[in-house]
């Protein structure tokens, strides 16, 4: 199978990885099993961790359906497949070596209840690298870095898994239309918040911004610039250009709400509804990583391939 490419929190992982002792309350086991799916990209913690690919070999991303079995013992199994260019298109992307895994796993979640609080720590034997999650409100798992922050995906693959219990049913590819636009560039300076690009499924958004259903939308290619004041820093305007807005991009305004009422630490981003289209709601997961949201502030869960994530460009990165 061919398919396009694209180009290409923390105290509590610090106290795992350093090896500390964790008291029976702060660990906890969820039930019953757990199966997500995903497509990510190869980024070096992944690579060092699932093996099965030479470290000079060009990968585009790696397709994972990874199951965590809380009983009798934590253990989990992991099914990847990396994606590797093809050989009469270096841009293009081919199934590539396939690697079944297990091992053992721990959960620690903080005392806060801001997303990623939890976090799922996988232990292979014999390999000295583990590899953690953060999870976001119990339907998505979002990769680690070694210094504890979200891992930045691009705006073609991020670093999400989705629940796959509840995945988003995926589009179908016969009948994709040709869906490109094109983009200004990328906006810079003290005006600007940050910029997000990302690639998502079309159903779930395109319901939550209340746009009918369109015919041969797989996928979704977004970016969203997000504007402030320069002396206060306080929200201002924003800009989407996505698959969704070929003709026009849509501009309205933006602001940060908050979730007080059920003691949460979650921070929610706005982009406000314009006189055609539904309010574009964001979970901040970090400074550099956000997730789509609906009404109630539960995340979209994307597919196998696509997840409803907006990662901060990479030149902007924060850390």
């Known amino acids: ?25 702060d660990v906890y086991q969820p039930s019953p099993d757990q199966e997500f799916v995903g497509t990510t990209l190869c980024g070096r913690e992944v690579r060092e961790f699932i ?14 359906r990874l199951t965590l079995r809380p009983a009798p013992a934590p253990t989990w199994k992991l099914a990847a497949t990396y994606g590797v260019p093809a050989t009469t298109n270096p841009n293009a992307m081919v199934d590539g070596p396939s690697v079944a895994l297990q091992g053992t796993w721990r959960t620690v979640t903080a005392a806060r209840s801001a997303p990623g609080a939890t976090r799922h720590q996988l232990m292979r034997e014999g390999v000295r690298r583990s590899l953690s999650f953060a999870e976001i409100h119990g339907d998505l798992l979002h990769l680690l870095a070694d210094d504890g922050g979200l891992m930045v995906g691009t705006g073609g693959w991020s670093y999400t898994l989705n629940r796959a219990g509840r995945a988003e049913k995926p589009g179908e590819v016969s009948r994709t239309a040709d869906m490109s636009y094109t983009i200004s560039p990328r ?20 319901h939550q911004m209340k746009l009918p259903e369109m015919d041969g939308c797989l996928k979704v290619k977004w970016r969203v610039t997000l504007y402030q004041d320069p002396a206060t820093a306080a929200a201002t305007t924003y800009k989407i250009e996505s698959t969704l807005h070929r003709q026009r991009a849509r501009e309205g ?13 979650s921070v929610l981003y706005q982009l406000d509804a314009t ?6 709601r964001l979970l901040k997961g970090d400074d550099n990583v956000f997730f789509f949201v609906d009404e109630q502030f539960r995340p979209l869960i994307g597919t196998a391939e696509f997840s409803y994530t907006l990662n901060r460009v990479p030149s902007e990165v924060i850390r």
């Open 1 to 25: 199978m061919i398919r396009a490419a694209a180009p290409m929190l923390a105290g509590v992982l610090a106290t795992i990885l350093a090896g500390h002792s964790l008291s029976a309350a």
């Open 51 to 64: 093996g099965g690919l030479p470290s000079d070999a060009r990968c585009h991303a790696i397709t994972w």
């Open 187 to 206: 906006a810079t300076g003290s005006t600007v918040s940050g910029v997000f690009e990302g690639r998502t499924p079309c159903r779930g958004i395109s």
């Open 253 to 265: 305004t933006w602001r940060i709400l908050r979730r007080p009422s059920d003691g949460s630490e």
């Open 275 to 280: 006189p055609t289209e539904g309010a574009i």
